[in-house]
Structure formats: C-alpha cells, structure tokens
C-alpha cells in the first residue's frame, strides 16, 4: 500500500469517527409529530422576534457591546439544556475547532451588522431585508460549493433580489426627507443576511461530523469571545434600562435557539421552514404597537415578493430531495 492510500484510509477513519460521535450526541428522534414541530417553530420565531426587539430598544450600544451581551448571557441556557440531555461532556469534543472558529466569525459580524441595523430601519423594513439570506445561501452554495442550482431555482433568487430591491428602493434614493442613515441600515442588514448565510454553509458542512450540542455551544462561545474583543473599540455602561434589555436578549437568543433546534426533532426542514415567515406579521405588529412604525408599499410589496421567493426554493428544495430518496432506494444493494 503505498502512502497517498494509507493517507485516504486514515482520512476515511476519521471521517467515520466523527460521525459516530455526530451520531452519539445527537438523541434518537421522536416519533414525527408535525404540529407540535410547527408549535416550537413558531415558539422559536415569537421568541427571536422579541430578542431582536430588546435589541432594538438598547440601540444606542455600540453593536459590538450588543453582539456580546447577546450570546454571553444565552450561555447559561444553552449549558442547562445540554445538561438536562446528558450531552454537555461530550459537546466540547471537536477535531474541526477551525471550523467552528470561522462559523462564529461569520455569525458574529452578521449579527454585529444586523444590529447596527435595526437602529437604522423600522422593524418590518429590516425583518423583510433579512428574508435575503436563503437567497444568498443558495448563490453562495452555487457559486463555492459547486452544487447544482438549476434554472428553476436561480429563477426564484432573482425573483426574491427583485423583492429586495422593492423593499430598498425608498431608502437607496435621494428622495425627500430620506437620508443616509436609512441607506446605511440596508446595506448593514444585507451584509447581515449574506454573513448570516455564509455561517450557515458552514454548518452544513459541520453538521457532516458535528452534533447539534458540539455546534450550539461553540458557535456561543466562539461568539462571546469575539464579540469581547470589540471592547477597546468604544463599550459604555449601560443604563439600568438597558441592562434589562441586555440580559433579556440575551435569555430570549438562547431559548429562541434551544426551540428552534428542538422544532426540527419533530418535524421535517420543509414542514417548519415557511413558518419562518410568520416573523414578518408580528414584525409588522410589534413595529406598530412598540415602536410606532407603519409598514410602507413598498416593504409589504417587496416583502410579498420576497417571502414567495424563499417559499418555492424550500418546496424545490424538499421536491429534490424526495427524488434523491427515492434515487437511493431504487439503487440500494439487495
């Protein structure tokens, strides 16, 4: 045997004991039980919603501060949780620590540029700007990854950009009484989205060896972290008021995270996935009612356009699969 084989072998070795470990952290799942999964989903989007609204209301914090203050305090959510699932010994075990390092990297300056955002941008404007991102995860998966995106699905992204610049249009030109800040607020959420969906390439490429307990704690601990390092670059303290908010979001970020993975034990990714848009409803309500905001045209058009866009890439993405299924059946050894 000479070495590049012995090399493979050892590689292939690996990677299978990776997955043995993936396979071990994660728990049998359930029998499905479809509307309790879209019951946690919409639990998990209710609750996000109201973290991203306690940010909102700190926004004068350096974003840096926010992005902090956000993952340090959903740690001790996360821990109890992976306690209450015999799984918080083995969730640190990792042999890709690089992976996990650039997966937290990308998430914290997606949430660094989305919280600058939302200061900038009423709610809804900013909530519809983020239905960007399974836009950018399907470029970003073309483009990097080499998987196949036929010409239905890079139909629906263009769809969706159109939905995005419906949405923009307003706030990118010089009409009257519009001013940069409004510009700026786009531009930092679709940085946002596009970070966000380089995160989530990463992860499925993690979830190959990874279990879900390993990925959640390091992604909040990476987080934490870096978000610290922003400190030399302008922290202040905060307000009694902000302090609230502060420890709030960050409570609200961890169990939103800890019911959105326990959604998926029950239900399938294209059962829950539309559910997500329901975000955009309480976005409008919540913008009125809290933060006296009144959604324009062009966010509720844009919006439409947008959501409809997400929504026949997760039916493709779910049609696809039932035929690589079907595919694996069909070729299986007997």
Not at 136 to 144: K, M, Q, R, Y
Not at 285 to 292: A, H, K, L, S
Request: glycine share 10%; with cysteine.
């Amino acid at each position: 045997m000479n070495q590049a084989d012995q090399t493979a072998e050892e590689e292939e070795g690996n990677d299978s004991r990776r997955a043995n470990r993936a396979e071990r952290l994660a728990p049998p799942f359930p029998q499905p039980q479809p509307l309790k999964g879209i019951g946690l989903k919409l639990l998990s989007v209710s609750t996000l919603l109201a973290m991203v609204s306690c940010i909102k209301a700190a926004g004068d914090l350096p974003p840096g501060q926010l992005v902090f203050f956000r993952s340090f305090f959903a740690v001790p959510f996360i821990l109890g949780w992976l306690v209450m699932r015999g799984h918080l010994r083995g969730a640190w075990k990792t042999d890709r620590p690089f992976t996990h390092l650039i997966r937290g990297l990308f998430g914290v300056v997606a949430m660094g540029c989305n919280f600058y955002a939302l200061t900038l941008l009423p709610l809804p404007d900013a909530t519809a700007l983020f239905y960007a991102n399974p836009l950018f995860v399907t470029i970003i998966s073309a483009l990097f990854l080499g998987e196949v995106v036929r010409l239905f699905r890079w139909g629906a992204v263009i769809v969706g950009l159109i939905g995005v610049v419906i949405i923009s249009w307003p706030q990118m030109t010089l009409g009257e009484g519009l001013g940069s800040e409004q510009r700026d607020g786009v531009i930092f959420m679709l940085l946002g989205a596009f970070f966000a969906a380089l995160a989530m390439v990463t992860v499925r490429q993690l979830v190959k060896t990874e279990g879900s307990a390993t990925i959640v704690l390091w992604f909040s601990m990476v987080a934490s972290f870096a978000a610290l390092a922003t400190l030399p670059f302008g922290w202040r303290m905060p307000t009694p008021q902000e302090w609230t908010l502060l420890l709030a979001s960050g409570a609200l970020g961890g169990l939103g995270q800890i019911l959105l993975t326990q959604s998926y034990r029950y239900a399938s990714l294209a059962t829950i996935a539309p559910f997500e848009y329901t975000s955009m409803l309480l976005a409008i309500g919540v913008g009125f009612v809290i933060f006296g905001e009144v959604p324009t045209v062009y966010t509720i058009v844009g919006s439409a356009v947008v959501i409809a866009a997400g929504l026949l890439i997760i039916w493709r993405e779910h049609k696809l699969g039932l035929e690589r299924r079907r595919a694996k059946k069909l070729t299986a050894p007997h």
